[in-house]
């Protein structure tokens, strides 16, 4: 990896991990949102005809926030190679990944044959 490839990856690295954080705190507060709109609905109806809905919409954030905690997780993994200059390298056989699949995915630990 050269220079400059080097610098342009941690670039791209910490984007992502910039971009990552503000996905996280969206969906954070789109649940602030719902357990608020959740907590109204009980308030005034007992019967809670939006209840299944509501419940679907909240397995769907939880789900997103979860994704995009790994995400976050995998992305600072990456940060953490880069600084020991192990980026980018396949932590399974220990071969380059290819840059087309460090492009498409910065917090790539694996080259496509290890992929998990
Ligand atoms: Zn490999």
Do not use: F, N
């Not at 910039?18 to 719902?34: F, G, I, T, V, Y």
């Amino acid at each position: 990896m050269s220079r400059t490839s080097a610098a342009a990856r941690a670039k791209s690295v910490a984007d992502r991990r910039k971009e990552l954080a503000a996905l996280l705190e969206d969906a954070d507060r789109q649940l602030a949102e719902l357990r608020h709109l959740r907590e109204s609905l009980h308030d005034d109806d007992e019967h809670d005809p939006d209840g299944v809905s509501l419940s679907s919409e909240w397995s769907r954030l939880e789900g997103l926030r979860q994704s995009r905690l790994e995400a976050l997780a995998e992305i600072d993994d990456a940060a953490a190679r880069l600084e020991r200059g192990e980026y980018g390298i396949c932590s399974v056989c220990g071969k380059p990944i290819a840059a087309a699949r460090l492009d498409a995915r910065p917090g790539a630990t694996e080259c496509i044959d290890h992929a998990r």
